[in-house]
């Protein structure tokens, strides 16, 4: 059963009996995929023609964000994603495996290509994010696939047996695509008593006027025991009526507001033991940032830590991880001039 602690919605405790000394688990359902940054250069021609050419790639994507999170909130992480067969994957899968991240349920997907997030030097000279659809059939992109074929329930059934095998109390962390893709998750996860966050960067499509994302039933979001948005995305979900359990807004350099209860980063970082420095530079739209935020507090609520000490922590890995180039958090580029590992 769920317990309210003081000043704060249900969260619930590590179960008597548990040694202390014995790692919680984090099970982290989403997307594996391959970064890119693109060298743009313009052909000429009617119509233009532009080349776009690989500088760097690296391992990116909200499941293996949330895993470096998870890691730092010194929890065992179990990573349950889709790779493809083609030679990124293969470097993701060893890149996520050395960091300490369980990757036996990292599905490599034969005969297709791992997914790919695209961002752009264009000859202008700033750096630009391409937008990014769902991938197509023949590129991996998380737990699924856009058909929900019957590999992919395949997968699906796999994570929930594994879900039945952790201990009440700890945690099933789930972005936003997988959340609306696999609802059968949500309730797998609550027969094993497990504690659920929804890392919803981005939101799932809700219906006009309705509150379920892509299928997903109503009384299944309010069992969620934390949503965690960014501005944009508590707006849409403040439009679409949906409730959660408990509603936690990542406002990027500005702090958190968890239930309307506000956390600056510099009390945060403080409280948890770090150093702010205001002059730093941070990228505070950062979504590899607030994946691992999320990562990071899915780990403190399987400690059983309270809402201002979980908060407090995952403030502190967003701060972290939002001065850190994506391409550098997994031990470095996987190609390019600087594709020596980087462990820090």
Same mark, same amino acid.
């Given at each position: 059963?769920?317990?309210?602690?003081?000043?704060?919605?249900?969260?619930?405790?590590?179960?008597?009996?548990?040694?202390?000394?014995?790692?919680?688990?984090?099970?982290?359902?989403?997307?594996?995929?391959?970064?890119?940054?693109?060298?743009?250069?313009?052909?000429?021609?009617?119509?233009?023609?532009?080349?776009?050419?690989?500088? *760097?790639?690296?391992?990116?994507?909200?499941?293996?964000?949330?895993?470096?999170?998870?890691?730092?909130?010194?929890?065992?992480?179990?990573?349950?994603?889709?790779?493809?067969?083609?030679?990124?994957?293969?470097?993701?899968?060893?890149?996520?495996?050395?960091?300490?991240?369980?990757?036996?349920?990292?599905?490599?997907?034969?005969?297709?290509?791992?997914?790919?997030?695209? *961002?752009?030097?264009?000859?202008?000279?700033?750096?630009?994010?391409?937008?990014?659809?769902?991938?197509?059939?023949?590129?991996?992109?998380?737990?699924?696939?856009?058909?929900?074929?019957? *590999?992919?329930?395949?997968?699906?059934?796999?994570?929930?047996?594994?879900?039945?095998?952790?201990?009440?109390?700890?945690?099933?962390?789930?972005?936003?695509?997988?959340?609306?893709?696999?609802?059968?998750?949500?309730?797998?996860?609550?027969?094993?008593?497990?504690?659920?966050?929804?890392?919803?960067?981005?939101?799932?499509?809700?219906?006009?006027?309705?509150?379920?994302?892509?299928?997903?039933?109503?009384?299944?979001?309010?069992?969620?025991?934390?949503?965690?948005?960014?501005?944009?995305?508590?707006?849409?979900?403040?439009?679409?009526?949906?409730?959660?359990?408990?509603?936690?807004?990542?406002?990027?350099?500005?702090?958190?507001?968890?239930?309307?209860?506000?956390?600056?980063?510099?009390?945060?970082?403080?409280?948890?033991?770090?150093?702010?420095?205001?002059?730093?530079?941070?990228?505070?739209?950062?979504?590899?940032?607030?994946?691992?935020?999320?990562?990071?507090?899915?780990?403190?609520?399987?400690?059983?830590?309270?809402?201002?000490?979980?908060?407090?922590?995952?403030?502190?890995?967003?701060?972290?991880?939002?001065?850190?180039?994506?391409?550098?958090?997994?031990?470095?580029?996987?190609?390019?001039?600087?594709?020596?590992?980087?462990?820090?």
């Amino acid at each position: 059963m769920s317990r309210a602690p003081e000043g704060g919605a249900a969260v619930r405790p590590v179960p008597h009996g548990v040694p202390e000394a014995r790692a919680r688990t984090v099970v982290v359902a989403g997307a594996v995929l391959v970064g890119r940054l693109l060298e743009v250069t313009a052909l000429g021609g009617v119509p233009a023609q532009y080349l776009a050419a690989p500088i *760097y790639t690296w391992v990116d994507g909200a499941g293996a964000a949330a895993a470096v999170g998870v890691r730092a909130g010194r929890a065992q992480v179990v990573l349950a994603a889709d790779v493809g067969d083609d030679e990124e994957g293969r470097a993701c899968l060893e890149r996520l495996t050395a960091a300490g991240i369980d990757t036996t349920h990292l599905r490599v997907r034969t005969g297709v290509a791992t997914g790919a997030l695209s *961002y752009c030097l264009l000859p202008s000279g700033p750096q630009e994010p391409v937008a990014v659809t769902t991938p197509p059939a023949d590129r991996t992109g998380g737990l699924y696939v856009p058909d929900r074929d019957s *590999y992919d329930r395949l997968a699906t059934e796999e994570v929930a047996a594994l879900l039945a095998r952790t201990r009440p109390g700890d945690c099933l962390l789930l972005d936003g695509f997988t959340l609306a893709r696999e609802p059968e998750l949500i309730e797998a996860a609550l027969e094993a008593d497990l504690q659920l966050v929804a890392d919803l960067r981005p939101l799932p499509p809700f219906a006009a006027g309705s509150t379920s994302a892509s299928g997903v039933q109503p009384q299944l979001f309010e069992r969620i025991d934390v949503a965690v948005v960014d501005t944009e995305g508590a707006g849409m979900l403040a439009e679409s009526g949906a409730m959660f359990g408990s509603t936690l807004v990542l406002d990027g350099g500005y702090g958190a507001s968890w239930d309307g209860a506000l956390r600056s980063v510099p009390e945060a970082v403080a409280a948890a033991g770090g150093q702010y420095d205001r002059w730093a530079t941070v990228d505070a739209t950062s979504a590899w940032a607030q994946h691992a935020f999320c990562g990071r507090l899915a780990a403190e609520l399987a400690h059983g830590r309270d809402r201002e000490e979980a908060l407090d922590a995952a403030l502190l890995t967003w701060w972290q991880q939002a001065h850190v180039d994506a391409g550098k958090a997994l031990g470095g580029y996987l190609l390019g001039p600087l594709a020596e590992p980087e462990w820090d």
